[in-house]
């Protein structure tokens, strides 16, 4: 069994930054496919990036604009997510999800994964 943990929510001003943390325990870490969904209130989930950890390929939404970085460490089984320049819209709870297979095409929808975070509270004030 998978489980996974988030860490390093908070509220933070316009402008400022924030990075997460999903510990991984359970299964081969360096296999996962792994990702990042934001639930903002009043809209559907979203990936916001995922990663394929056994080639370092990487997936991010087109709205992020290169802010976000997402990123893994194989010794840490930990996953990150390097958030800059944070907006009021980046508002949310953000849960790490992951498929234990090194997947060929990384899935956008959560359908694409198998376990979840409790996610993880991020507000940005105007």
């Known amino acids: 069994q998978v489980e996974l943990v988030e860490a390093g929510g908070g509220l933070v001003p316009t402008g400022g930054s924030l990075r997460l943390s999903c510990a991984a325990s359970?299964?081969?870490?360096?296999?996962?496919?792994m990702g990042w969904f934001r639930q903002s209130p009043g809209k559907e989930r979203e990936l916001i990036a995922a990663?394929?950890?056994?080639?370092?390929?990487?997936y991010y939404a087109h709205s992020l604009k290169g802010r976000f970085t997402i990123s893994g460490d194989n010794a840490k089984n930990t996953m990150y997510l390097q958030m800059n320049n944070l907006k009021p819209d980046d508002t949310g709870l953000y849960y790490c999800a992951a498929n234990r297979r090194s997947l060929i095409v990384i899935p956008t929808t959560g359908a694409g994964y198998d376990y979840w975070g409790q996610g993880t509270q991020v507000t940005v004030s105007s």
């Open positions: 359970g299964g081969t870490f360096t296999n996962y496919t």
């Open positions: 990663i394929r950890l056994t080639t370092g390929d990487t």
